[in-house]
């Protein structure tokens, strides 16, 4: 799959425009009611599938989908370039593509400053995907929501703590302010969380997992108590989820609309009581995180 940042990067520098000789047709439609819709194709150079347009054997197959490997057509040269590989060699494909970037350079007087910042933003949605672990969301949240006494595990555990450190010490260019918040709530949800889960940790008999001490049966803190700080830990995982899903929305509008598109937003798993199910939490407009204490507080009343 081509990473947000190469698709960024390609579309920027193509200037949303065929980079076949002489076509030049723009590949972003703005008369939708729907808004910006793509039109254009990203093609690969050289094929990573055997038997596929320009395939070679030997090619590193990380490099399949990097920038480099790519290049920007409409639908109809697309299909052109795939169908006569013996005249649209790798090399001729590498040369149209530097040849239209240079033209877009002279012509279409592109704001390289923006274009920067695109790819920066771009950058930092790759770094948190990976730390906050995307793809296996579903998984590693379900322990925090569905054990009696929430656990994570240490790989996981250390990740959001790097995530904590690298999203505190962005300089945000202040291109997309509500990205940009977007992120900074989903910062504070996850310190919260972060403190929070550390004030009761402990070695789970797993050496691999961090789980919440039963300090009430220590009778260092009250049953009532736990409850409380064990549904905190489970509400603010619902909250990061919540913060989550807005960046991805986020992402869908200033930066590319077909972002996650197959992947969809995170989900949770759903209770136990339900069967197999997840649920899908999304924050209500004009709605947002309320901060630890409200919540906590929000907490106590319902279990008096």
Same mark, same amino acid.
């Given at each position: /799959?081509?990473?947000?940042?190469?698709?960024?990067?390609?579309?920027? $520098?193509?200037?949303?425009?065929?980079?076949?000789?002489?076509?030049?047709?723009?590949?972003?439609?703005?008369?939708?009611?729907?808004?910006?819709?793509?039109?254009?194709?990203?093609? =690969?150079?050289?094929?990573?599938?055997?038997? @596929?347009?320009?395939?070679?054997?030997?090619?590193?197959?990380?490099?399949? !989908?990097?920038?480099?490997?790519?290049?920007?057509? &409409?639908? !109809?040269?697309?299909?052109?370039?795939?169908?006569?590989?013996?005249?649209?060699?790798?090399?001729?494909? $590498?040369? /149209?593509?530097?040849?239209?970037?240079?033209?877009?350079?002279?012509? #279409?007087?592109?704001?390289?400053?923006?274009?920067? !910042?695109?790819?920066?933003?771009?950058?930092?949605?790759?770094?948190?995907?990976?730390? @906050?672990?995307?793809?296996?969301?579903?998984?590693?949240?379900?322990?925090?929501?569905?054990?009696?006494?929430?656990?994570?595990?240490?790989?996981?555990?250390?990740? +959001?703590?790097?995530? =904590?450190?690298?999203?505190?010490? $962005?300089?945000?260019?202040? /291109?997309?302010?509500?990205?940009?918040?977007?992120?900074?709530? #989903?910062?504070?949800?996850?310190?919260?969380?972060?403190?929070? #889960?550390?004030?009761?940790?402990?070695?789970?008999?797993?050496?691999?997992?961090?789980? %919440?001490?039963?300090?009430?049966?220590?009778?260092?803190?009250?049953?009532?108590?736990?409850?409380? =700080?064990?549904?905190?830990?489970?509400?603010? %995982?619902?909250?990061?989820?919540? &913060?989550?899903?807005?960046?991805?929305?986020?992402?869908?509008?200033?930066?590319?609309?077909?972002?996650?598109?197959?992947?969809?937003?995170?989900?949770?798993?759903?209770?136990?009581?339900?069967?197999?199910?997840?649920?899908?939490?999304?924050?209500?407009?004009?709605?947002?995180?309320?901060?630890?204490?409200?919540?906590?507080? +929000?907490?106590?009343?319902?279990?008096?």
């Amino acid at each position: /799959m081509v990473s947000l940042l190469n698709r960024t990067t390609l579309w920027g $520098r193509a200037a949303n425009r065929c980079s076949f000789p002489d076509c030049g047709i723009e590949l972003t439609d703005n008369s939708l009611s729907s808004g910006i819709v793509s039109i254009g194709e990203v093609a =690969h150079i050289i094929s990573g599938q055997k038997g @596929g347009p320009r395939y070679v054997s030997d090619y590193n197959s990380d490099l399949i !989908n990097s920038y480099e490997n790519l290049i920007l057509l &409409c639908r !109809n040269h697309h299909k052109l370039i795939d169908s006569d590989v013996s005249k649209f060699s790798a090399e001729e494909l $590498r040369k /149209m593509k530097s040849d239209h970037e240079k033209l877009v350079i002279e012509k #279409f007087q592109v704001d390289d400053v923006k274009q920067k !910042n695109i790819e920066y933003y771009a950058i930092v949605v790759e770094k948190w995907e990976i730390l @906050g672990n995307l793809s296996g969301w579903l998984s590693w949240t379900e322990w925090l929501i569905l054990n009696r006494l929430p656990k994570i595990s240490k790989p996981q555990w250390n990740k +959001l703590n790097e995530l =904590h450190r690298y999203l505190d010490s $962005r300089q945000w260019p202040k /291109m997309y302010p509500d990205l940009e918040s977007a992120f900074q709530q #989903f910062n504070n949800v996850l310190e919260d969380f972060l403190n929070e #889960f550390d004030i009761w940790v402990c070695e789970d008999p797993d050496e691999n997992y961090l789980i %919440t001490t039963a300090l009430y049966r220590k009778q260092v803190k009250t049953a009532r108590e736990q409850d409380v =700080h064990d549904i905190l830990i489970c509400e603010l %995982t619902e909250e990061l989820t919540k &913060c989550a899903n807005q960046i991805i929305g986020e992402v869908q509008k200033n930066l590319f609309n077909g972002y996650r598109i197959e992947e969809g937003i995170v989900l949770l798993r759903g209770y136990p009581a339900d069967g197999i199910s997840y649920r899908k939490l999304e924050y209500l407009p004009g709605k947002s995180y309320l901060g630890l204490r409200e919540i906590e507080s +929000l907490i106590k009343k319902r279990i008096t």
